[in-house]
C-alpha cells in the first residue's frame, strides 16, 4: 500500500545520508592533507605562489650559515 511506499522512500532516503557522510568523511581525510614535496639536496627549485607567506620575525644576530 501507501505507506509501503513511504518507507521505501525514508530507507533511500536515510541510505543516501549515510552514504554521504561516509563520503564526506573519506574526501575530508585526503582533502586536508598538505602536499609533501621531496626534492634531492642540490636541486633548484622555482616556487609560485599564489598568497602571502608568514616567515618568523627577524632576530638580529640569528645567522644561519649556508652549505658549500
Known sequence: GRADGNRSVIIAGGVGDAT???TAQVMS???NRLPT???REGHRVKVYLTGD???PA???GHI???QP
Request: aromatic share 12%; glycine share 6%.
Open 58 to 60: 627577524y632576530e638580529p
Open 64 to 66: 644561519v650559515a649556508r
Open 37 to 39: 614535496i621531496t626534492i
Open 20 to 22: 554521504g557522510q561516509a
Open 53 to 55: 607567506i608568514e616567515l
Open 29 to 31: 581525510r585526503f582533502l
